[in-house]
């Protein structure tokens, strides 16, 4: 055992979710000692920023209960059982914006919050859009806010756009033009 990583002594499932399950399980320290380790565990998700054309992008407005707040985010989803994150982000890019991408990239994969869950989120980018109907899940309502790129920017820098996702993805590619 590496001299940092703990053992599983005992699984112990608290609450199976419809999204996540919760756990709180009990585990062996490097230095003898136990103790627990509460997490959630989640499928994993994906995200995307969908390019109109260079400057244009297409963010989605919804109401996040958690943090009660109306947010400003790129297009997210979980990913369903047995699907691909690619498969994923071109669900959810129809569902959420109604447009549909002939280019769709991989950019980064990343856990949002390694402290509490197993998430790992996969970034996109998807080019060559083509504009159609949304439909978005039945308890889930968002709206399409299409923005220049470096407005979005100056939003996550002014503090309005506070979602780590996003955060992330808008920096990475700015900041891949600004070596361009």
């Known amino acids: 055992m590496n001299i940092l990583e703990e053992k599983l002594i005992k699984k112990n499932l608290i609450h199976k979710g419809r999204a996540v399950d919760f756990y709180c399980d009990e585990v062996l320290l490097p230095n003898g000692h136990q103790s627990k380790r509460e997490y959630l565990n989640h499928p994993g998700a994906s995200s995307i920023i969908p390019f109109i054309d260079e400057n244009k992008i297409i963010l989605v407005k919804q109401y996040r209960y958690p943090v009660g707040k109306i947010t400003l985010e790129i297009p997210a989803g979980k990913t369903d059982k047995g699907e691909t994150p690619l498969e994923c982000i071109t669900r959810e890019l129809k569902e ?21 869950s197993n998430e790992l989120l996969h970034i996109f980018a998807a080019y060559e859009l083509e504009s ?49």
Do not use: C, H, W
């Not at 959420?96 to 509490?116: C, D, H, L, N, V």
């Not at 309005?160 to 955060?167: L, R």
């Open 96 to 116: 959420e914006t109604g447009y549909t991408s002939k280019r769709i990239e991989q950019i980064m994969a990343f856990y949002p919050s390694t402290a509490f």
């Open 132 to 180: 159609g109907s949304n439909n978005p899940d039945e308890d889930e309502f968002v709206s399409n806010v299409i923005m220049d790129f470096d407005e979005a920017v100056k939003m996550v820098y002014s503090a309005e756009i506070k979602d780590s996702k996003t955060i992330i993805a808008l920096l990475y590619f700015a900041s891949i033009r600004k070596r361009s």
